[in-house]
């Protein structure tokens, strides 16, 4: 048995270290062997006591670090005390009494909203402490404490703790009343979480005194029972059940899946409490880590508020609220923003205005659309038909509309006989020429602007987006950019299209709107498109589209905590010199011999692996070396995906650079695992 139970006090001086002590001597009378650790102490002797009286042989040291002599709250005793908490080292101290004892009872100091440092309390300390701890909270037994209780129940619940149990308290010879003998009822009927019982009043701390006491009145069986493992009944019911996007679930029945259960900052926890990086932030979504604070208020308050109502004939808040904030964060001229839900959806929107715009303005001609190889713009049919990967167009070739398919440079393979990046420009030249003869058939240009994601991380060198805007005002056809991977400072900027100061008609956002919570999309429209839609009902000029939860206030919600997030920790200054580092860490890849091609834009990187270096040979699909390489990473606890034969690295912005540095490393080690063995 390994456990942690976190105990935590309804309020100061309501009983904790004696219940404690006492639940130590309970579990020792059990056979467990017992270790205990009181992170931060203000004033007393309580770390002390616990070593001596549960005959714990830690130093004194490690069960308690931090140590202020005023009984003050934490972050103001140690600030009087001029010493900073290192959380790393609590997590370093807590990860060793762990490994040493098969039970660690943790003491907080009072309740779970005492500040120990700044914006950091008792509650951020455990759940970053063990996301597999429970609490164990005590309460005094008398008069007001149903709402203590409670309160702490509910906080630790919606802070994602489990509560192991309420254990109560008698601090006092006082009297008993009646709330007294009803309270504890009352607590357990309102709170849905177990009664351990009551510590009587102790007389003496005698160990066989104290156990003699508690024998009747506390039950730790609770505490003991392991939880069964779900893993099994989970893994087969996925096969029974679940169709995983993109997947040969032909081989997908043949394997273990990982089952994520949790998560926090840039790890993600599977059913088993086997911790993960999140190398690819769940697919290009996550930006700040998960369980962030912020974001995750921002939702719990709104759904209490109002969780869901329609944007067709009806407004709400939050979505009112965002569109003024996604409009001031665009480049200027988006001042519509048509919601939906997926990025798929923003581009199917994009298209349908784009293309019913010159219909309602007379233009009717205008028909085309032109995107480029190797796009990917999503998976609904609209998207899916101005996509470039040929593997996914081929398979439903009959069901998509025709385009104008644009050549164009991968950045790594230019065609025999031409140099990059100048024949990125050549392909440029030739979409001018096409423009020129044919723009009056044209509705409209899209591309994913800088990084062709899907593609393999594709990217352009300077100066291509710029021409391609001025191309499309010039000839008058709507620009539209898909940002839904670029957008939200996974390039290092807000929007790619900043890099390069351009002005589109029409932008598409999704993945990172959220912050990886939720899901939202947003079409940001020009007004000079959005007039061409205004007109007398009659004339059907009226934007024909919708989808149910259009503007949903909870994904809303989670979008301006983002936005907020962004600006309070100053996400995209403290994201710069992080991107730095990783460009020095990845300039190690070049060292393997059939790495062929390291791009990185920002965050988002691209490790394309090829048969041969000199002629760029690409190894063939179905040997699966990129799915192999992440399968390899896995083992060392790291998440990734690979684009075919092109290793992906999309962390979070969050992300610190010693973990960035533990990323790359276990890359690293992946990639000439594989390639040694292939
Ligand atoms: C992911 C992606 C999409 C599709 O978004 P979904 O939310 O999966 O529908 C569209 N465009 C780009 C550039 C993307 O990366």
Redesign the pocket.
Same mark, same amino acid.
């Given at each position: 048995m390994k456990k942690t139970f976190f105990i935590t006090g309804t309020d100061t001086d309501v009983g904790k270290t004696v219940a404690t002590y006492a639940l130590g001597l309970l579990l020792q009378n059990k056979g467990v062997d017992v270790g205990v650790f009181k992170p931060v102490q203000c004033s007393g002797n309580d770390a002390e006591f616990l070593k001596q009286s549960l005959g714990i042989p830690d130093p004194i040291k490690e069960i308690n670090p931090y140590f202020a002599k005023e009984p003050l709250s934490p972050n103001v005793a140690f600030y009087r005390q001029k010493m900073r908490i290192d959380k790393q080292k609590i997590q370093r101290t807590y990860e060793t009494l762990k490994a040493r004892h098969e039970v660690l009872l943790v003491e907080g100091a009072g309740g779970l909203m005492v500040p120990i440092a700044r914006d950091y309390c008792i509650l951020d300390l455990a759940r970053d402490l063990d996301p597999d701890l429970a609490m164990i909270i005590v309460s005094r037994l008398g008069l007001g404490t149903i709402n203590h209780s409670l309160l702490t129940v509910k906080q630790a619940r919606y802070n994602g703790l489990d509560v192991a149990g309420i254990l109560f308290s008698d601090a006092s010879l006082k009297k008993k009343g009646v709330s007294e003998r009803t309270n504890p009822g009352i607590v357990k009927q309102f709170a849905g979480v177990p009664v351990l019982g009551t510590i009587p009043y102790l007389k003496s701390f005698e160990p066989r005194q104290v156990l003699r006491s508690c024998a009747e009145t506390v039950n730790i069986r609770s505490l003991l029972k392991t939880r069964p493992s779900q893993r099994e009944r989970l893994a087969a019911t996925d096969k029974e059940n679940i169709w995983h996007p993109f997947t040969q679930m032909q081989d997908w029945v043949n394997q273990e899946p990982v089952i994520i259960d949790r998560a926090k900052g840039c790890y993600l926890y599977d059913v088993d409490g086997r911790r993960y990086i999140d190398g690819i932030s769940s697919?290009?979504v996550n930006l700040h880590g998960h369980a962030q604070k912020a974001i995750d208020e921002s939702i719990l308050c709104q759904v209490r508020k109002l969780a869901h109502s329609t944007l067709l004939g009806l407004s709400n808040t939050p979505a009112i609220e965002l569109a003024r904030q996604l409009v001031d964060i665009t480049p200027k001229g988006l001042d519509k923003v048509f919601y939906s839900d997926? @990025?798929? =959806?923003?581009?199917e929107i994009a298209i349908k205005i784009a293309y019913q715009y010159w219909q309602n303005s007379g233009k009717t001609r205008k028909t085309r659309l032109v995107h480029l190889a190797n796009s990917?713009? @999503? *998976? =609904?049919l609209g998207?899916v038909s101005i996509g470039g990967i040929d593997l996914f167009h081929q398979a439903y070739k009959d069901l998509v509309f025709e385009t104008i398919k644009l050549d164009f440079c991968d950045g790594y393979r230019a065609p025999a006989g031409k140099k990059y990046p100048e024949y990125a420009f050549e392909c440029l030249d030739r979409f001018e020429a096409l423009l020129k003869k044919e723009h009056g058939t044209i509705a409209a240009f899209i591309v994913?602007p800088l990084v062709q994601? +899907?593609a393999g991380m594709l990217m352009w060198p300077k100066g291509v987006l710029k021409r391609m805007a001025e191309l499309c005002k010039q000839y008058d056809i709507v620009f539209i950019v *898909?940002?839904? +991977? =670029?957008g939200f400072g996974r390039t290092g900027k807000m929007f790619a299209v900043e890099h390069e100061h351009v002005r589109p008609d029409i932008m598409?956002l +999704?993945?990172g709107i959220t912050a990886g919570y939720l899901?939202l +999309?947003a079409t940001m429209v020009s007004r000079k498109i959005y007039d061409a839609f205004l007109a007398d009902y009659k004339e059907q000029k009226t934007f024909f589209h919708g989808h149910t939860y259009t503007g949903n206030p909870i994904c809303c919600a989670a979008a301006l905590a983002n936005l907020e997030v962004f600006r309070k920790e100053k996400t995209l200054e403290r994201l710069q010199p992080k991107i730095k580092y990783l460009a020095r860490e990845l300039k190690r890849f070049n060292a393997i011999g059939n790495v062929g091609d390291i791009r990185q834009k920002g965050m988002m990187v691209g490790i394309e692996l090829v048969k041969d270096r000199d002629t760029k040979e690409p190894y063939p699909w179905e040997e699966r070396i990129g799915v192999k390489v992440c399968a390899k990473a896995r083992e060392k606890g790291l998440i990734l995906r690979p684009l075919g034969t092109v290793i992906v690295i999309m962390p979070p912005l969050a992300i610190t650079a010693k973990l960035l540095k533990e990323l790359v490393d276990i890359t690293y080690w992946a990639l000439t695992e594989v390639l040694r063995e292939a």
């Open positions: 697919l290009w997926s @990025g798929s =959806t923003s581009v990917y713009h @999503g *998976d =609904t998207s994913e994601g +899907a *898909d940002e839904v +991977a =670029t598409c +999704a993945k899901p +999309a």
